[in-house]
């Protein structure tokens, strides 16, 4: 007969160990799925090594003498594990424990995707497809796709709040953030504010934006991302209510009658005769001749505010003839004919958007052809790669907005003239809708002098006196034109000329050019 003391021990200690690796499981379920499979076959090992190298010791443990015993009264000697009843119970006890541990796991992976980790906005951002960037080992994200997610409007922000977080802070702008940086730059819009219309889907759209192929999900996420940049200033405009059943914004109001909810409603002034308390429509007093007449206590209402007094407008229900002042809202879509409170409806508040003129020098550093600038040197053999991270002398990771190398492998015979020097070369786009500054080209210089690779530099359209004469003296190469294609024209004459002297010297005069 099997011991129950022995029964409840091993009960409780089955328990136990459920509970804590259930608990185990749940808090590290954040953990990559192979990872954990990898930690939980590593603890069940461990555990099975310690149970085989002290099994003598295990023996001596009052409550687990009793859990071993369990299967000494109720297991045949055949099915016990190696005939051993002590390494049978630490096999069980590792199942229990491994169980516990895949169970926990799931439990709080379902519980953190559904119930505790609602979708955000920063979490689009963290999904967005990673560009690689050989001279970093880090990655940088690219928002080219943020207006095709689905924005949520439960709990909506009525702000928006600058990130903190320096990779997307200072990672390049995607072509549509340039596209519309560029309107707001340069293309006279001072203010891009939404117009309500509950005709398209989101109920509303961006006037100043109609000319773009974009639908206003995907506009309103590319200005939300420039506003966290810091970029934009957003200031809430509008509110728009979603259907719960359809999600659609043509919904309608109606005020029902608070009583007997009734929608039939009729607007009338309304009297309260002070001495008997009548509360009544004013048509209900007035007598032909015009008078007022109280039609509960017959007396004549003769001085407002001493016998009577106008409570003003009221509604008057048709249905059960209640006065009130306030109806019962409600609403109901006109897409599904779904009705409830006001309340109860999905939320999202709209945004305008306007630039922040404390970051418009950076944001004209950002707006850059550099997709040009790729493209060409591209075409004539050279490995490219943008953005570029480059850690200097200093220790500090200086960016640059591309990194231009020598493939090696030109084939014999083909013309040269014209290429960069041998090795890794930096380049920096610098654009504006006036000469460049000269804290511009200091800035650069204190960048390009941190690190050992040779640099170029485009001015868009030009530099200013003081920026060429600082140009001059610090031997900076710069090429300008009042287009990107100008400036690429004039530093490819540049460097023809370059190598032809160096030919006529018959000594090339390649740049120094350093490792990482």
């Known amino acids: 007969m099997v011991d129950t003391v022995a029964l409840l021990t091993m009960t409780t ?47 001596s443990i009052p409550f687990f003498v009793s859990y071993v015993s369990i299967f000494q009264q109720v297991a045949p000697t055949s099915l016990l594990l190696f005939g051993n009843p002590v390494l049978t119970a630490v096999f069980s006890i590792i199942g229990i424990i491994e169980i516990g541990m895949l169970g926990g796991y799931g439990i709080g992976r379902y519980y953190r995707k559904v119930v505790s980790e609602p979708e955000t906005d920063e979490d689009l951002f963290s999904r967005r497809p990673k560009l690689f960037n050989p001279a970093r080992p880090e990655f940088v994200p690219s928002y080219e796709n943020l207006g095709r997610e689905e924005l949520s409007v439960q709990n909506p922000p009525q702000s928006i709040e600058v990130s903190s977080d320096p990779t997307f802070l200072n990672s390049p702008l995607s072509s549509d953030e340039r596209t519309i940086s560029q309107l707001l730059l340069f293309g006279g819009v001072a203010e891009i504010k939404p117009t309500l219309d509950n005709k398209r889907p989101e109920g509303y759209y961006f006037e100043q934006l109609q000319n773009l192929d974009w639908d206003t999900k995907r506009q ?35 005020g029902a009658c608070p009583e007997c909810d009734s929608l039939a409603l009729s607007k009338h002034k309304v009297v309260e005769h002070f001495s008997c308390g009548m509360i009544e429509k004013e048509s209900a007093f007035r007598t032909p001749n015009g008078d007022l007449l109280c039609p509960k206590c017959n007396k004549k209402l003769e001085l407002i505010g001493n016998d009577y007094r106008s409570l003003g407008l009221m509604y008057v229900c048709q249905n059960c003839g ?13 897409d599904c004919g779904f ?113 050992n690779y040779s640099s170029i530099l485009f001015a868009v359209p030009s530099l200013s006196e003081k920026a060429q004469s600082y140009a001059s003296a610090y031997n900076l190469r710069i090429f300008e034109g009042r287009t990107i294609e100008q400036a690429l024209a004039n530093a490819s004459r540049s460097l023809v000329s370059t190598n032809r002297v160096a030919t006529q010297q018959s000594q090339p005069t390649f740049a120094q050019s350093g490792s990482e």
């Open 220 to 254: 309103a996420a590319i200005l939300n991302a420039l506003t966290k940049r810091g970029f934009l200033n957003a200031v809430t405009k509008e509110k728009i209510l979603h259907c719960r059943s359809c999600n659609s914004t043509n919904l309608e109001f109606r």
């Open 13 to 59: 200690v089955a328990l136990g160990f459920l509970f804590v690796s259930l608990a185990f499981g749940s808090g590290i379920s954040k953990v990559n799925p192979l990872a954990y499979a990898g930690i939980a076959l590593l603890i069940g090992a461990l555990m099975w090594l310690g149970a085989i190298l002290s099994s003598s010791t295990l023996a």
């Open 322 to 334: 209640a006065l009130s002042k306030d109806l019962s809202p409600s609403l109901k879509c006109r």
């Open 339 to 451: 009705a409830t409170t006001p309340d109860e409806e999905k939320e999202q508040f709209v945004f305008a958007y306007t630039l922040n003129s404390s970051m418009l020098q950076k944001l004209r550093q950002h707006i850059k052809p550099i997709e040009i600038v790729v493209n060409h040197y591209k075409s004539q053999g050279y490995i490219v790669y943008s953005p570029s991270f480059v850690r200097g002398r200093s220790g500090t990771e200086q960016a640059f907005d591309i990194m231009i190398f020598n493939s090696g492998d030109r084939k014999e015979g083909v013309d040269r003239s014209g290429q960069l020097e041998i090795g890794k070369t930096v380049a920096d786009i610098l654009v504006s809708n006036r000469p460049i500054e000269l804290e511009d080209i200091t800035r650069e210089f204190g960048k390009i002098s941190d690190v």
